[in-house]
């Protein structure tokens, strides 16, 4: 075995961090200070410190075709959108078949990472653990950091004046888990995400009244989509991102608006996002608009201030004899094992390159897997994440220089204030930044050659949804499944919904859907030579 790679968490990053080692010859020692893997997506009756919590109701916002590991589909009978019990089954699955088990020291708590002595040489780290409440230091010549970003709830009390005299009960999302000690109460959700939509939602079966509080409104999206096809499937394709990037600003943000506004007029329910042509995550929610049409649900602005028993909202409405106060206010970045120098490494913000690397660090032996947001799934983004540190730290992979590093993080910054906004959160457009990716390890789906040697292929790969088997297709790491996974995509899509068999199974066509697209600027070419 070579160099040997500390790996903090056995979710779905740590676990395809785990892979992508072995694959490049390295010896990973991966540290979970539970008892299981899955890391969110492990379900428990309560809330743990230092770990994700979920609720018992929790289905994926992504398709099961778009969201798994590269080379590993779902078997063909799992729903499009599952269960995380189900998402769970598969993740152990994997973890089986790949043999990774062997790899992991469970119920293992790191408490420090700290650099070497010799590491501006070595590009070591020592790693300080904890089990049985007995310490043992070991040094490590790299460092994955697969933590996740839903462990440390944000819990903005400070903001909300009043909150100190408020006589209900008030919690963060992180510990909600079912419905059933809300039973007759009025509820009021801070936060319309997607926790909060959920949470909200199903409350609102048994609770008196619930009322969501947003301070900027937001799209909500049905996760089935065109011709009852999933969202991801026909939004996430590679032709939509060409559009996207290549239309002019105005007309891809009134496209944008024109699309999200489909489904239903956000207007009309209180739901319009402040800013709508920004590309922020929309809330994936099939049912909400359903419950305020019902009433059983109510859409506020922003809490200005609380008495003892309510709520008074910016606009001067008040929501009164609240029983209890459900805060889905997100969570903070935090990596207490780690000095915050390292990740924060200008003006106290998340510095990475590429959302990965610390770009001021002597050597490039510590990598971040797992932070980036997009409209795209985790599992397949910390895949190629992983894939592309690994050859990093085998030397196979070099950097650019820190100069030119910290020039594609300010150029990304500013482009990620014009789609995504002021936030926190490193989020950035899927397609591209896969693509970004795999073009650092030679896995970056060559689309002019296909249409050349395969052109069945690049018409699925091009028009069809990008789906994870295309980064496992060529160059370093080609699976050999992967040109019939992606040809055969549509049928698993189909499959498990089709339980009824009633005429043939349907399937977009992408050449149909083409030429309607072009149809529309050849439209506007007849008009304006009939006027001019």
């Not at 160099?3 to 979970?32: H, Q, Y």
């Not at 590993?72 to 043999?99: C, G, R, V, W």
């Not at 699309?259 to 956000?266: A, D, G, P």
């Not at 990965?356 to 409209?375: C, D, H, N, R």
């Amino acid at each position: 075995m070579g160099k040997r790679v500390a790996i903090v968490g056995a979710g779905v990053s740590g676990l395809a961090s785990i892979r992508c080692c072995l694959e490049e010859g390295l010896e990973p020692t991966c540290f979970e200070r539970s008892n299981d893997i899955g890391g969110l997506w492990k379900f428990l009756d309560h809330a743990k410190e230092g770990r994700a919590s979920i609720y018992q109701s929790v289905f994926t916002n992504s398709s099961k075709e778009m969201m798994c590991f590269p080379d590993f589909p779902y078997p063909d009978d799992y729903p499009n959108y599952m269960h995380h019990s189900k998402l769970q089954e598969y993740i152990k699955t994997f973890a089986q078949k790949k043999n990774l088990l062997r790899y992991i020291q469970f119920e293992t708590l790191v408490s420090s990472i700290k650099k070497c002595p010799s590491f501006l040489v070595t590009g070591q780290w020592e790693v300080v653990s904890e089990k049985d409440g007995k310490q043992e230091s070991t040094i490590f010549d790299a460092i994955m950091i697969c933590s996740g970003h839903h462990v440390y709830p944000n819990l903005p009390t400070d903001s909300f004046p009043g909150l100190h005299q408020f006589q209900g009960h008030y919690l963060h999302s992180r510990d909600y888990k079912d419905p059933d000690a809300f039973k007759g109460k009025r509820v009021l959700v801070i936060g319309l995400g997607n926790s909060g939509s959920d949470i909200a939602v199903e409350l609102s079966r048994l609770a008196t009244q619930v009322v969501i509080s947003t301070r900027s409104g937001s799209w909500v999206m049905s996760r089935v989509w065109d011709n009852g096809y999933p969202w991801d499937m026909v939004y996430v394709t590679r032709f939509a991102s060409f559009l996207r990037n290549a239309l002019p600003s105005f007309v891809s943000d009134w496209l944008y608006v024109k699309k999200m506004n489909t489904w239903f007029k956000h207007e009309n329910f209180g739901l319009m996002p402040l800013n709508g042509s920004l590309r922020k995550e929309p809330v994936f929610n099939d049912e909400l608009p359903s419950r305020i049409l019902c009433g059983t649900v109510s859409i506020k602005p922003n809490v200005k201030e609380f008495t003892e028993t309510s709520a008074v909202f910016e606009d001067g409405t008040v929501f009164e004899a609240i029983d209890s106060i459900i805060f889905a206010t997100g969570y903070d970045y935090a990596y207490p094992f780690l000095d915050d120098s390292i990740i924060k490494s200008r003006n106290n913000e998340v510095t990475l390159f590429k959302g990965i690397f610390p770009p001021l660090m002597e050597k490039p032996t510590l990598a971040v897997i797992g932070l980036v947001q997009s409209l795209g799934a985790a599992i397949p983004t910390a895949d190629l994440q992983a894939r592309w540190a690994a050859k990093v730290f085998a030397n196979s992979c070099t950097l650019p220089t820190t100069n030119e590093m910290m020039d594609d993080i300010d150029e990304k910054m500013g482009k990620k204030l014009k789609w995504f906004g002021q936030s926190q959160t490193l989020q950035t457009d899927y397609i591209t930044y896969m693509d970004e990716l795999g073009s650092f390890i030679g896995a970056k789906p060559n689309i002019p050659w296909l249409f050349l040697t395969d052109p069945q292929l690049a018409l699925e790969v091009y028009f069809g949804p990008c789906s994870p088997y295309q980064f496992r297709l060529m160059g370093p790491g080609k699976w050999d499944g992967a040109r019939n996974a992606i040809l055969t995509q549509w049928d698993r899509t189909v499959k498990p919904t089709r339980m009824r068999a009633v005429g043939k199974a349907q399937r977009p066509q992408h050449f149909y859907n083409l030429l309607r697209i072009l149809s529309f600027p050849v439209l506007l070419l007849a008009i304006w030579l009939t006027f001019y």
